[in-house]
């Protein structure tokens, strides 16, 4: 059984900071990408950013600049940097892991709540 659990949302005025992490717990190998995707309501889930094995990065255009993921193979965990925080940016953000066992697989976690609001 396979979990992920992202930690670190919250309120925050814009202009502020927030770091999002996410920890993959259970049998889990060959991890392919680790990911982030938002999603605000009555808006479609968008890939935020990702980070694969090669290593390559792919973000958002309206986020690039002002956020980082990183990933700690180790621990399996990965995380999402956000400075500079708009309103816009406002959505659960969710993290997705994928990869290559015997056969492909695809984990999400449940979500984080990020709010940037004055």
């Known amino acids: 059984q396979v979990q992920l659990v992202e930690s670190g949302g919250g309120l925050v005025q814009p202009g502020g900071s927030l770091r999002l992490s996410c920890v993959a717990s259970?049998?889990?190998?060959?991890?392919?990408?680790m990911a982030w995707y938002r999603q605000a309501p009555g808006k479609q889930r968008e890939l935020v950013a990702e980070?694969?094995?090669?290593?390559?990065?792919k973000y958002l255009d309206s986020v690039k600049g002002r956020f980082t993921i990183s990933r700690d193979n180790a621990k399996n965990t990965v995380y999402l940097q956000m400075n500079s925080l708009k309103p816009e940016d406002t959505a659960v953000y969710l993290c997705?892991?994928?990869?290559?066992?015997?056969?492909?697989?695809?984990?999400w976690g449940q979500g984080t709540q990020v709010t940037v609001s004055s």
């Open positions: 997705n892991v994928r990869g290559l066992a015997s056969a492909w697989y695809n984990y």
């Open positions: 259970g049998s889990i190998f060959n991890i392919y990408a």
């Open positions: 980070l694969t094995s090669g290593p390559t990065t």
